[in-house]
């Protein structure tokens, strides 16, 4: 519980100052301002009073319990002070002071001292290095930001003091209601998951919004995340996606997945929102704080212009919501009034000389209608239209009705009034159309996510467990890290997935001698654990045959690969039944540093680098999760069919995807996998090309 943040009895402000332009005097004074109405202990040895509040020399000096002290001092003198909060037995600190961590070695180590302190005294830090918090529910401002927001059911986390501040200057200029802003800077104690946990269980709070630059536990911001996302909106916004860092991967998941696709991956997992820019989580905010949640897809539009309601149709049919389609009795409805020029089917047009009453109608037959889950109303400002009327009309129509509605007033001055309006009363409005429809549907997956975290389920196989953890305990043992093709698919079949079978020639003798008592089309593919792209090498030769030749793609493909990569340990070649039917899928598992283990799948074969056609998730996954692995992959509707391909077994893909969740959670170890092809066919799938690197 963080409760003394936002609900201190008394506060300490160590650093207040006399000296108006200081940090010491504005958060002293924004502290007063905000009609704080518990007690307030200025600290400053230099000085007897501040804003006509008795000035103490030190904290110990405070003749009162403190419950939280603020810290707005030179970074050398803060673990003095944390000191001696700590024997004073305050509860929490909040330390605005920087010159910590983030100047470098000299200041991680007052960081690590400072986490020290806290951790001896039992008392929980926010900062260093931090804007500060407020609470305008319990009129607590205790920040340097210029002013406190109005009240309402936002609450606001940030790593970013100045983006803090410019979200907190956007609320008061739009009047936009928060509960809670919290800076909370390096995080050396309260995090993220902290904060994210507190605020969903605070009754004043609706909506939680972050910005965040990195994660502290990710498996932990799963967790919490999937918890809090279950009972309120999580919209976040993060800085830092492109790909730092990585290590030279072995396999082509581990070159695909970067931090930025598994934080992607884990906010999917846990129903939390993602905004791209400042400018979406702003939009999303305002429709969650404001409306209800979208119940379906289904959009009716209303508007008095025909190019707004167009770009409005594009975005809804782009982005997979729908324009609803209304009752026979809603259009004929709408005939009774609406002039004979108008469209009655959705977008509704009213034309530009509609008029607020015109507008009202409109507005009732399409809400009301049952195949209708939410609406736009658009308005452009034309002679005749009453803008602040119709503002009033749709505010009337809106509280009668259990569905969400977004507004897009179009313009400038003309539209400012009726926006204000709109805005008093909770009426989300948007600069473009495509912006309020961006908005709704970030609200019909919210739900759509949720409803489904609530069914998914982790499947759990029988499966040779023991056989599995024998030979990895080998590989330990021996010092091997990287197995090829042969093991790898003996350790998949193990977990029940279906693999090929194959031969393992180390002369031509071999490859002659195996063509002559097996008559079949057999494919021959180079066997090292120092070449990863055998196409490249020259290590593949398909539709062989005869023993001829057999012998001859031998030593082509020993040849090649010796002079693609002179020193690599070539172990010999694999003949493998050619499999003509079906289509090459590729499932893999890389290892991110912060959220653990990735599974991936995408279009196999030699074109998953190059067309990225891929998905990914955190492990262990459910079945819905599988299904939507599968599902978000453009080339999904190949295997479910297209044109002369017939549909593939796609529960098998299913399958296998649950079954190496299960392999990877039940072996950690397992640093990176790919099973490159997959081969799916009508019934069944079969693992035709395995690797695996281990961790130990």
């Given at each position: 519980m963080?409760?003394f943040?936002?609900?201190?009895k008394?506060?300490?402000?160590?650093?207040?100052?006399?000296?108006p332009?200081?940090?010491?005097?504005?958060?002293?004074?924004n502290?007063?301002?905000?009609?704080?109405n518990?007690r307030?202990?200025?600290v400053?040895?230099?000085a007897?009073?501040?804003?006509?509040?008795?000035?103490y020399k030190?904290?110990?000096?405070?003749?009162?319990?403190?419950?939280?002290?603020l810290?707005?001092?030179?970074?050398?003198?803060?673990?003095?002070i944390?000191?001696?909060c700590?024997?004073?037995?305050v509860?929490g600190?909040i330390?605005?002071?920087?010159?910590?961590k983030?100047?470098?070695?000299e200041g991680?180590?007052?960081?690590e001292?400072?986490?020290?302190?806290?951790?001896k005294y039992?008392?929980?830090?926010?900062?260093?290095n931090?804007l500060?918090?407020?609470d305008?529910k319990?009129?607590l401002?205790?920040?340097?930001?210029s002013?406190?927001?109005?009240?309402?059911?936002?609450?606001?986390?940030?790593?970013s003091?100045a983006?803090?501040t410019a979200?907190?200057?956007?609320?008061?200029k739009?009047?936009?209601?928060f509960?809670?802003?919290?800076?909370f800077?390096?995080?050396?104690?309260v995090?993220?998951?902290?904060?994210?946990?507190?605020?969903?269980?605070?009754p004043?709070?609706?909506?939680?919004?972050?910005?965040?630059?990195?994660?502290?536990d990710?498996?932990?911001f799963?967790?919490?995340?999937?918890?809090?996302?279950?009972?309120?909106?999580?919209?976040v916004?993060?800085?830092?996606?492109?790909?730092k860092?990585?290590?030279?991967?072995?396999s082509?998941?581990g070159?695909?997945?970067?931090?930025?696709i598994?934080?992607?991956s884990?906010?999917k997992?846990?129903?939390?929102?993602?905004?791209?820019?400042v400018?979406?989580?702003?939009?999303?905010?305002l429709i969650?704080s404001?409306?209800p949640?979208?119940?379906?897809k289904?959009?009716?539009?209303i508007?008095?212009?025909?190019?707004?309601?167009v770009m409005a149709?594009?975005?809804?049919?782009?982005?997979?919501?729908?324009?609803?389609k209304?009752?026979?009795?809603?259009?004929?409805k709408?005939?009774s009034?609406?002039p004979?020029?108008?469209?009655v089917y959705?977008?509704?047009?009213?034309l530009?000389?509609?008029?607020?009453d015109?507008?009202?109608?409109a507005i009732?037959?399409?809400?009301?209608?049952?195949n209708v889950d939410?609406i736009m109303?658009i308005?452009?400002p034309?002679?005749i239209t009453q803008i602040?009327?119709?503002?009033e009309?749709?505010?009337?129509?809106?509280?009668q009705?259990?569905?969400?509605?977004v507004t897009?007033f179009?313009?400038?001055?003309?539209?400012?009034?009726?926006?204000k309006?709109?805005?008093e009363?909770?009426?989300?409005?948007?600069?473009?159309?495509?912006?309020?429809?961006f908005?709704l549907?970030?609200?019909?997956d919210y739900?759509k996510s949720?409803?489904?975290?609530?069914?998914?389920?982790?499947?759990?196989?029988?499966v040779?467990?023991?056989?599995?953890?024998?030979?990895i305990?080998?590989?330990?043992?021996?010092?091997?890290d990287?197995?090829g093709d042969?093991e790898?698919?003996?350790?998949?079949?193990?977990?029940?997935?279906?693999?090929?079978?194959?031969?393992?020639?180390?002369?031509?003798?071999?490859?002659?001698?195996f063509?002559?008592?097996?008559?079949?089309?057999y494919?021959m593919?180079?066997?090292?654990?120092?070449?990863i792209?055998?196409t490249?090498?020259?290590g593949?030769?398909?539709n062989?045959k005869?023993?001829k030749?057999?012998?001859?793609?031998f030593?082509?493909?020993?040849?090649?690969?010796?002079?693609?990569?002179?020193n690599?340990?070539?172990?010999?070649?694999?003949?493998?039944?050619?499999?003509?039917?079906?289509?090459?899928?590729?499932?893999?598992?890389?290892?991110?540093?912060?959220?653990?283990?990735?599974i991936?799948?995408?279009?196999?074969g030699i074109?998953?680098e190059?067309?990225?056609d891929?998905?990914?998730r955190?492990?262990p996954?459910t079945?819905?999760?599988?299904?939507?692995?599968?599902?978000e992959?453009k080339t999904?509707?190949?295997?479910?069919?297209?044109?002369?391909?017939?549909e593939?077994?796609?529960?098998?893909?299913k399958?296998?995807?649950?079954?190496?969740?299960?392999?990877?959670?039940d072996?950690p170890?397992?640093e990176?996998?790919?099973?490159?092809?997959?081969?799916?066919k009508?019934?069944?799938?079969?693992?035709?090309?395995?690797r695996?690197?281990?961790?130990?």
């Amino acid at each position: 519980m963080l409760e003394f943040f936002f609900k201190p009895k008394s506060i300490c402000l160590v650093g207040a100052s006399t000296n108006p332009e200081k940090l010491g005097f504005k958060i002293l004074k924004n502290i007063i301002d905000g009609k704080y109405n518990g007690r307030i202990f200025p600290v400053n040895p230099n000085a007897d009073t501040i804003l006509n509040l008795k000035c103490y020399k030190n904290v110990s000096e405070i003749p009162d319990f403190v419950d939280l002290a603020l810290i707005v001092i030179p970074s050398d003198y803060v673990c003095d002070i944390a000191e001696e909060c700590g024997k004073k037995g305050v509860k929490g600190l909040i330390v605005i002071s920087a010159g910590f961590k983030e100047t470098g070695q000299e200041g991680q180590k007052k960081e690590e001292k400072l986490k020290e302190i806290i951790k001896k005294y039992n008392m929980r830090l926010i900062g260093p290095n931090c804007l500060g918090i407020i609470d305008t529910k319990n009129r607590l401002n205790a920040s340097f930001a210029s002013d406190m927001p109005p009240e309402g059911k936002i609450s606001f986390i940030t790593q970013s003091g100045a983006l803090g501040t410019a979200i907190l200057d956007w609320a008061i200029k739009e009047n936009i209601g928060f509960s809670k802003f919290i800076s909370f800077g390096n995080k050396a104690d309260v995090n993220e998951i902290d904060l994210i946990e507190e605020l969903g269980n605070d009754p004043d709070t609706n909506v939680i919004l972050l910005y965040l630059e990195g994660i502290s536990d990710g498996r932990k911001f799963i967790d919490i995340g999937k918890k809090v996302s279950f009972k309120k909106p999580i919209i976040v916004i993060k800085a830092g996606k492109t790909e730092k860092g990585i290590k030279a991967a072995i396999s082509h998941t581990g070159s695909l997945s970067g931090s930025d696709i598994a934080f992607d991956s884990a906010i999917k997992q846990s129903g939390i929102i993602r905004a791209k820019t400042v400018e979406e989580l702003f939009d999303y905010s305002l429709i969650f704080s404001y409306q209800p949640i979208l119940k379906g897809k289904n959009i009716g539009i209303i508007t008095n212009a025909g190019g707004p309601s167009v770009m409005a149709v594009d975005t809804i049919e782009e982005i997979g919501l729908k324009l609803a389609k209304f009752s026979p009795q809603t259009i004929e409805k709408l005939k009774s009034f609406l002039p004979s020029a108008s469209n009655v089917y959705n977008p509704v047009d009213v034309l530009g000389d509609a008029k607020a009453d015109r507008y009202e109608k409109a507005i009732e037959c399409v809400i009301s209608d049952q195949n209708v889950d939410g609406i736009m109303v658009i308005l452009t400002p034309q002679i005749i239209t009453q803008i602040e009327e119709t503002a009033e009309s749709i505010v009337r129509k809106s509280k009668q009705y259990d569905k969400p509605v977004v507004t897009c007033f179009m313009g400038g001055k003309r539209v400012e009034q009726g926006i204000k309006i709109l805005k008093e009363n909770k009426i989300p409005n948007y600069f473009s159309p495509e912006r309020g429809i961006f908005s709704l549907k970030a609200m019909f997956d919210y739900r759509k996510s949720i409803e489904e975290k609530s069914k998914g389920k982790i499947i759990k196989f029988k499966v040779e467990f023991e056989k599995v953890r024998r030979k990895i305990e080998y590989f330990r043992q021996q010092k091997i890290d990287i197995i090829g093709d042969i093991e790898g698919r003996e350790i998949l079949s193990f977990y029940g997935i279906n693999v090929i079978n194959s031969f393992l020639a180390k002369s031509q003798q071999d490859c002659e001698e195996f063509l002559k008592e097996n008559q079949g089309v057999y494919v021959m593919k180079l066997v090292s654990p120092d070449i990863i792209h055998k196409t490249e090498a020259g290590g593949i030769k398909l539709n062989i045959k005869e023993p001829k030749e057999g012998k001859k793609a031998f030593t082509e493909i020993i040849d090649s690969a010796k002079k693609y990569k002179p020193n690599a340990n070539i172990i010999g070649v694999q003949i493998q039944p050619m499999i003509k039917e079906g289509i090459e899928v590729i499932i893999g598992v890389s290892k991110d540093v912060q959220f653990g283990h990735l599974i991936m799948f995408g279009l196999g074969g030699i074109y998953v680098e190059l067309l990225k056609d891929v998905s990914f998730r955190i492990i262990p996954i459910t079945d819905i999760d599988a299904d939507y692995m599968i599902n978000e992959i453009k080339t999904s509707k190949i295997l479910k069919g297209f044109r002369n391909i017939p549909e593939m077994d796609i529960n098998s893909i299913k399958d296998t995807l649950l079954r190496i969740s299960q392999l990877v959670s039940d072996f950690p170890e397992i640093e990176e996998m790919d099973i490159n092809p997959l081969i799916v066919k009508e019934k069944g799938c079969i693992a035709v090309d395995v690797r695996l690197r281990f961790e130990f």
